[in-house]
């Protein structure tokens, strides 16, 4: 018998990525004026047709690149051969507008959260080049601060200045700031054949320049379609975006922006992985709200138009809503494939978890940005205490029981924040805590809204928000966060004593 004659399952009913969205449309009108919920609606139609009838097809084109170190005559020539596909996604990207809408700022303040959504849209189908284009955009914005926006192009990324040294050099009529001469090794770039390595105008194959030599291709587990190389620089000419000493401090700006990409890319991708009903269908609600609820503050505080409390509750929540997001939407992707058979390929989407900081450097990230500012609690407390107070009555009513439990995981935060500095077993746990809890208060916000404005969905908005409170982890992260305060001392020792073997280790990375 021919396989053709067996048995052969029905293709999955092919989704609108926003039409047929659950949460977004809702999420969209609540949190953006009329007009420009309007227009962005009536974009995202359009693109979600693009996506399904133009991009979808382009997945099987997109394959690893592939290095040419040397020509047939043995000289070293480094040209990066990408596919067919990973091209074709790049120049629909760069078409779609996906990083200058944020930057055109036609929306104000909005034009953050109009980007965002439509990048949570085409995630499903282009994950491999939302993570380069990501990037451009944490670079644009720095770049932007720095005069040299114009000279800035969609390239790769600066993840680590291990071994590499700059030495200060002669100044020429084209460098964009202080030059440099840098000489090393970049262990990790992002996008390897992006222009900001490589020359402005070029055919492919792509030859770099500027002394930088491609060493090899990294054999990654996932995002095969993204040149991702090992850089040798030899004396690449590079110039001085900040202060000297200030590196990580000016990265900071990169990383308001990228970890926010990749919290949608999450969603983004969890959305088109997810299983209608049951606790997938509450995780994507809530992982939605909580990373739109970041995007907000970031287009306000970008127009200059976010209060003092709205820039503490920024910093908190940009390491908090990336980290939680890549850890619950990569497990609700696995049920996801459990429920249709194994079907299904996250290897792309479990990227987020490590890119842009793990959820145990997040968490450092967030305890030093409340240890750096000790009103930022207060802020965010005050604006939780808000959403609680503004619920209505007969709503309040209906979903007491998770209301008074969503105000003692409340009380308990400032405490939790207050011991997180001291305490190397909390930062992480702590973390998780905060973001279930602004989780839920922006999914109450969101039903309050709901229960407001008398809409079809409000009966839905208001189950997500007791789910999320009574049978979610709320109870198990408090649980956690009280076992890592206990006795922490000696257990932060026995942990290094049952992994190493020894009370005392020494590291080098």
């Keep these: 018998m021919r396989v053709e004659d067996g048995f052969q399952p029905k293709p999955y009913i ?26 962005l609606s009536e974009d995202l139609t359009r693109l979600g047709h693009v996506l399904v009838e133009e991009i979808r097809p382009l997945a099987p084109l997109v394959h690893a690149a592939t290095l040419t170190q040397y020509n047939e005559f043995g000289p070293r020539v480094d040209r990066l051969h990408t596919s067919k596909g990973w091209r074709q996604l790049k120049t629909f990207a760069v078409r779609e507008g996906y990083t200058a809408i944020a930057f055109e700022r036609k929306y104000g303040e909005h034009s953050r959260t109009f980007q965002l959504a439509r990048a949570m849209v085409m995630i499903g189908d282009s994950h491999v080049i939302v993570c380069p284009m990501g990037m451009t955009d944490g670079a644009a914005r720095h770049a932007m601060k720095t005069e040299i926006l114009p000279r800035i192009r969609p390239g ?8 590499t040294t700059a ?36 055919p492919y194959p792509t030859p770099l320049s500027n002394g930088v030599r491609m060493h090899r291709l990294k054999n990654k587990v996932g995002t095969h379609g993204v040149p991702t190389a090992e850089l040798e620089l030899r004396g690449t000419r590079a110039w001085l975006l900040g202060p000297p000493g200030e590196g990580v401090k000016c990265i900071a700006q990169m990383l308001n922006i990228t970890r926010v990409h990749s919290a949608v890319h999450s969603v983004g991708s969890l959305q088109r992985a997810r299983v209608r009903g049951g606790g997938g269908s509450t995780m994507l609600h809530a992982l939605a709200h909580l990373t739109f609820g970041a995007a907000v503050l970031l287009g306000k505080s970008e127009c200059g138009a976010a209060g003092v409390g709205e820039e503490a509750r920024l910093r908190m929540l940009t390491p908090a809503v990336k980290a ?29 978890k490590i890119w842009e900081g793990t959820i145990n450097i997040c968490g450092l990230d967030l305890v030093r940005a409340v240890t750096k500012d000790p009103q930022a609690v207060a802020h965010y407390m005050s604006w939780a205490r808000a959403v609680l107070a503004s619920v209505p009555s007969q709503l309040r009513q209906d979903s007491q029981r998770a209301s008074d439990m969503l105000s003692r ?39 309050s809204w709901s229960h407001t404005s008398c809409k079809p969905t409000r009966a839905v908005d208001a189950e997500a928000f007791r789910r999320w409170v009574e049978g979610g982890d709320l109870a198990k992260a408090e649980g956690e966060v009280e076992f890592a305060r206990a ?18 280790v020494s590291a080098k990375l």
């Design 167 to 202: 030495s200060p050099t002669a100044r020429t009529s084209t460098d964009l700031g202080p030059p440099y001469i840098l000489d090393g090794l970049k262990w990790f770039s992002s996008a390897a054949e992006g222009n900001i390595a490589a020359p402005s105008s070029y």
């Design 156 to 163: 790769g990324s600066d993840v680590s200045l291990t071994e």
């Design 324 to 352: 939680y997001a890549a850890e619950r939407a990569t497990g609700g992707m696995e049920r996801a494939m459990g429920a249709l058979g194994g079907l299904g390929l996250i290897r792309d989407a479990s990227v987020e």
């Design 14 to 39: 092919v989704e609108h990525p926003y039409l047929d969205d659950p949460v977004l449309p809702s999420l969209l009108e609540r949190i953006l004026p009329q007009a420009v919920n309007h227009e």
């Design 409 to 447: 995981a409340l009380d308990k935060l400032p405490g939790y924040f207050a011991e997180g500095a001291a305490n190397p077993l909390l930062p992480c746990v702590v973390l998780n805590y905060f973001a279930i809890v602004s989780c839920a208060l922006y999914l109450l916000e969101h039903a």
């Design 487 to 504: 006795d922490f001392r000696a257990r932060a020792e026995m942990n290094f004593r049952l992994a190493f073997g020894a009370s005392e």
